[in-house]
C-alpha cells in the first residue's frame, strides 16, 4: 500500500510530461457538453463539412486559428522556429531546456513564457519569420476539410491567441482571410519586450464594415477551444461549430496544388519542422555537423575530383547524374574560330538550387569550368575550387566578360539569378542565349535533410558551410539536349527571349517544376523586404 502511495506521483508525472511529448497543446476540447452549457448553438465541425453548404453570402469567423485549421497539437514547434531562424542558437536551447517547464503550467503561461524567450529583444522592423519562414510549415500542417470549410465562406476572419506577426501574413496573403485578430505584441524603442499587450483591440467596428447591419444573421463560427466563448465575436455568431480531437485525427492534408496562392518563394536555415524530438537531434548535430562541414570543404577544395568524390559520397554528399545529351563527339562550333584561332567553348546553363551548383556540375563532367554569378559573397568566392566571376548586372558589360571566359574554356551559369528552393523555374535572362551557339541546359535539383544552403535575409557566406552540416544531402544533375542560341538569334529565327523560355521550359519539364516569371526582386521583396523591391508603388507581389 505504502509502495502504492509512493509511486502516485511520480505516475502522475510521468503521464502529464509523457502526454505533451509530442508538443505544447493547442487546448483542442473533445467534449462537446461543456461547450454547449454556454452556447445552444453549438454544433460539431463533422455536420458543417458533410453538409456541403453554400456560405457564399456568409462571413465565418475562425477562432483558435492554430487549433481549428492546423493537424498540429503543437505550437513548440512554430515557436522553436522564431527562436531559431530569428534569435539564433542560444535563444533555441534556451527554448528547449524550458520546454518541460511549458508542458507543466497552465496553457496561458505556457504561451507567455514562449512568447518572452523568442521575441525578447528582437528588433520589430527587421522581424520578417512570420512573412518568410512560418508560412510554409504552416501550409503543411493545414488540414483539408477546414480548408475547403473555408474556401465556401464569402467573408473570413482569423482569431488566434498567437502574436499577430507571426500569423497574419500566412492568413491574409496565402489563405486570403480578410481580418486577422491576435495579440500584439509591446514594442520598446522598436525592439519587441517579449510581452503581449492583455487588452484585446476592438475589432467590432472593421467587422461591422464588412457586414453592415445585418451583422450576426449571416456570420458562423469555427474553435477547438471553450475559451473562445468570452470572445467579444463570440455573441455575434449565430452557429458556432467546434473541432473536435477525433475531426483533426481523421483530416486529410492539403495538397500543395490546392493552396490559395503558390508558395513560390520561403526562408529560413531548417529544413524540417521542429518538434521537440527533432530539436534534440538538431542540438546534438551541430557541432558534429560543423566538424564535418570543414572536413567536406577541405577535401572538395584540396583534392582532385576523382579522389575527392568518392570520399564526399561516403562521408554523406551522393551525386546523381544523367547525361540525356545528344551532342556530337566535336563541337558544333569548332569550325568557326575566333581571334588567335581559339575555339568558343560550351555554355552550360543550369537552374540555381543552392551556391554549389556550378561545383557539383564540374563533378559531374570530372573538369574545371568557369562560373558566373550575380550574387556570390566574398567567403564563397574565397573556397570555391574553380573560377568564379560575380556579373554587374549591366548587360553590355556583362556580355563581353562573358565571351571572354569562353575563349578561355567552357563556362556555366544561372540566369535565374537567385535561388529557389520550390519545385518552380524563375524567369531566366536572356543574355546566355547571345553569347554561344552552343548551350546546354542542365537540371538541377538537389534533396537535404536538416539545414537549407541558402538564404534572402542571412549570412550569404554562411550558405556553403550550411549545406555542408546536412547528414546527408542529395544532387541530382541532369545533362539535356544542346539547343542553339547565337545563330539563331542572327538570323531571326527565334529571339533571345524566345531561347531563354526554350532552355527554361525543357529544364522545367526534366525537373517536373513549374516555369514562372517571377524574378530576383520578387524574391527578395517578398522574403527580405530589401533592395527586391517588385514595382515603383511598391505594393505586395500577388500570385496568381
Not at 512573412?131 to 483539408?144: I, N, Q, R
Not at 484585446?200 to 464594415?209: A, I, K, S, T
Not at 456570420?219 to 463570440?234: E, M, R, V, Y
Not at 544523367?322 to 562550333?333: G, L, P
Amino acid at each position: 500500500m505504502r509502495k502504492s502511495f509512493f509511486f502516485k506521483p511520480f505516475f502522475f508525472l510521468y503521464r502529464i510530461f509523457f502526454r505533451k511529448l509530442k508538443g505544447f497543446p493547442m487546448s483542442v476540447s473533445s467534449s462537446h457538453h461543456a461547450s454547449s452549457s454556454r452556447s445552444k448553438n453549438d454544433k460539431f465541425f463533422g455536420s458543417l463539412y458533410s453538409h456541403r453548404s453554400d456560405l457564399s453570402n456568409q462571413t465565418l469567423i475562425i477562432f483558435n486559428f492554430e487549433g481549428a485549421l492546423l493537424k498540429s497539437s503543437s505550437l513548440f514547434d512554430y515557436f522553436m522556429l522564431v527562436a531559431f531562424e530569428a534569435g539564433g542558437l542560444l535563444r533555441s536551447l534556451v527554448l528547449f531546456l524550458l520546454y518541460p517547464l511549458i508542458c507543466l503550467v497552465s496553457e496561458e503561461i505556457g504561451l507567455k513564457i514562449m512568447v518572452m524567450v523568442c521575441f525578447f529583444g528582437l528588433k520589430k522592423d527587421s522581424f520578417r519569420v512570420g512573412t518568410a519562414v512560418l508560412p510554409k510549415f504552416f501550409f503543411e500542417d493545414v488540414g483539408l476539410e477546414a480548408f475547403e470549410v473555408l474556401q465556401r465562406a464569402g467573408k473570413k476572419v482569423g482569431v488566434s491567441n498567437l502574436p499577430r506577426v507571426m500569423i497574419e501574413s500566412f492568413l491574409k496573403d496565402y489563405l486570403e482571410i480578410d481580418l486577422v485578430v491576435g495579440k500584439e505584441l509591446k514594442v520598446f524603442c522598436g525592439y519587441f519586450l517579449g510581452l503581449m499587450e492583455e487588452k484585446e483591440n476592438n475589432v467590432l467596428p472593421v467587422l461591422e464594415e464588412h457586414d453592415g447591419e445585418d451583422m450576426g444573421f449571416d456570420i458562423i463560427g469555427i474553435t477547438a477551444s471553450n475559451k473562445f466563448h468570452d470572445h467579444q465575436l463570440f455573441y455575434y455568431c449565430k452557429d458556432v461549430y467546434l473541432v473536435g480531437n477525433s475531426d483533426k485525427r481523421s483530416s486529410k492534408k492539403l495538397p500543395r496544388d490546392r493552396y490559395p496562392r503558390k508558395l513560390v518563394f520561403h526562408d529560413g536555415r531548417l529544413a524540417l519542422k521542429p518538434t521537440p524530438l527533432d530539436t534534440i537531434a538538431i542540438l546534438m548535430w551541430v557541432p558534429l555537423g560543423i566538424a564535418l562541414a570543414i572536413f567536406r570543404i577541405i577535401v572538395g577544395i584540396s583534392l582532385p575530383y576523382g579522389v575527392s568524390f568518392p570520399i564526399l559520397s561516403f562521408s554523406g554528399l551522393r551525386l546523381t547524374v544523367n547525361d540525356n545529351t545528344k551532342r556530337e563527339s566535336q563541337s558544333i562550333n569548332s569550325h568557326r574560330s575566333l581571334p588567335n584561332d581559339k575555339p568558343k567553348g560550351v555554355l552550360y546553363v543550369c537552374n540555381h538550387r543552392t551556391l554549389l551548383d556550378p561545383l557539383y556540375i564540374c563533378f559531374a563532367l570530372k573538369k574545371n569550368l568557369h562560373a558566373v554569378t550575380y550574387s556570390l559573397s566574398k567567403m564563397s568566392e574565397i573556397l570555391s575550387p574553380i573560377k568564379t566571376v560575380r556579373l554587374t548586372r549591366n548587360r553590355h558589360q556583362d556580355a563581353e566578360m562573358m565571351e571572354r571566359l569562353m575563349n578561355q574554356g567552357d563556362v556555366v551559369v544561372c540566369p535565374e539569378g537567385t535561388t529557389c528552393r520550390e519545385p518552380y523555374l524563375l524567369r531566366f535572362s536572356p543574355l546566355f542565349s547571345e553569347i554561344s551557339d552552343e548551350i546546354v541546359p542542365v537540371a538541377v535539383d538537389t534533396h537535404v535533410t536538416m539545414f537549407h544552403g541558402t538564404t534572402a535575409g542571412g549570412l550569404k557566406c554562411l550558405d556553403p558551410l550550411f549545406f555542408m552540416m546536412n547528414p546527408s544531402a542529395i544532387y541530382t544533375v541532369q545533362l539535356l539536349d544542346t539547343v542553339s542560341g547565337l545563330s539563331c538569334c542572327r538570323d531571326g529565327s527565334r529571339s533571345s527571349i524566345d531561347v531563354a523560355n526554350y532552355v527554361q521550359g525543357e529544364v522545367g519539364r526534366a525537373l517536373g517544376f513549374e516555369c514562372t516569371k517571377f524574378t530576383r526582386r520578387d524574391k527578395y521583396f517578398i522574403l527580405a523586404g530589401n533592395e527586391g523591391i517588385a514595382c515603383k508603388s511598391n505594393q505586395p507581389l500577388k500570385f496568381e
